[in-house]
Structure formats: structure tokens, C-alpha cells
């Protein structure tokens, strides 16, 4: 991710599922425990005391309420409330340990913030990632009973799977025994990063139609145009 120093208001995801997936990236590359000690977050020292103190516990909780929100098969208002509790209380920790603790780090690199998926602090012309323009071509899948996979790719390019400055694809879905009114329709939304997403369905919903449409999303909670709605048979 690259953005100018006038855009870190922009840097966090507004979809939950892109938001868990930056946290998943940055901890993926924090989660070292020799870059954590390069960067002054070495336990023992002021910074890793913090980690281990502040950022940690609704990091830890965050985690094992998104592990029981991320399946819609199985999500319900008690896990959603859970969920949603825990992700209020994590984003200002998240937001503290970006600008207080990493941007304003001497020994934190402007290549450390891009592997960990924050905003660089370098300046002099780099620009926000642009909006999305184009649609999203989405073919399926169904490789086994109450699965179906929604592969995606950009509609105008045989190689890249996402335009430049996406970070994934938003993804509405409806169960429906008729044809949905439109996009509004599509009452259920996911949200992924890599191609490609998959359902996995209660056996009760095996027979019935899914209906879903995708569109892409940049790094700045952008939406590009809706592909048309397309459906399949859940096996």
C-alpha cells in the first residue's frame, strides 16, 4: 500500500473483513520477533511492554471474536454483537500502535510500514491509490456438497487479478427462491482479499439458489461499479 503523507486519515479499512485482513498482514511481519527487536519492541523494553500490556489483550480478543463472526453459515446476533464490540475497542489500540509507535519510529523503515500494509511516511508526489473503474469477472464453482467458490479477476486484464490500488472485492449474496430486484437486494456482504472466496453452506440450504454480485475496493474503502448478478445451485 502506498499513500501520501496528506492520506493517513484514509489508512483504515472500513469493512471488516479487509480491516482483519490488514491486521492479519501487519502482524504476519510484526509478529517476528527479530524485526519487533530491530524496532525497539523487544520485550522488556518501554515499547514492547506496551505491545505486550495495551495492544495485545483486544488484539487477542479481536481475534477470537472474528474467529467465530467470519462464517455467515453459522454467525448469529450474539457473535455479531461480540464481534463488533471487540472491534470497536481494538481499532483505537490499532490506530495508536500506527501513528503513535510506527510512523514516528526512527527505526521503523518506510519499507517496514508497506510490508505490514500501513501508509508510508515518505512524501514527494506519491499519490492515493486511484478509484476503481472497473467491473470484477467472476466465474463459480461448486467442488463439493454445501460449497460453492466465487473465483474473480479483473474484467479487462487476462493476468492481474485485482486493478492497481484494490484491495479486494466486495462480495453481496442473497439465498432467494426468486430473482432479486437489484443489488439492494443482495441483503448479506463479504468481503475478500484474494480470489478465491468460498461459501460453505448448512446442509438445510443445499437445493436452494444463491444469488451474488461482486465489485472492487480500493485501499480507501473506494467502491467501483457492480458486476450483474449472477446465480448458482448450492450442491
Known sequence: MSMSTTHYSDWLPRNHEALHDLTEQMWGYLGNEERRARMGFASGTSLGTWLETTFFP??????????????????????????????????PVFRELYTGLLRGNPLVTDDDLNAMGLPERSSGGRQPSPDPTTTVEAEVATPSPGVVEIHF??????????????????????????????????????????????????????????????????TRGVKGPWNEIQSVIIP
Open 58 to 91: 483486544p488484539f487477542d480478543a479481536y481475534n477470537h471474536a472474528w474467529e467465530a463472526w467470519k462464517n455467515p453459515a453459522t454467525r448469529t446476533t450474539v457473535i455479531t454483537t461480540v464481534f463488533v464490540d471487540a472491534e470497536k475497542v481494538f481499532i
Open 153 to 218: 479477476r479483473n474484467a479487462e486484464s487476462e493476468h492481474r487479478a485485482k486493478p492497481e490500488g484494490v484491495h479486494g472485492a466486495e462480495i453481496k449474496w442473497l439465498i432467494s427462491d426468486t430473482p432479486p430486484a437489484g443489488w439492494d437486494a443482495l441483503t448479506n456482504s463479504v468481503f475478500d482479499t484474494r480470489t478465491p472466496y468460498v461459501f460453505s453452506f448448512a446442509y438445510e440450504d443445499r437445493g436452494k439458489r444463491l444469488y451474488y454480485a461482486l465489485r472492487w475496493e480500493n
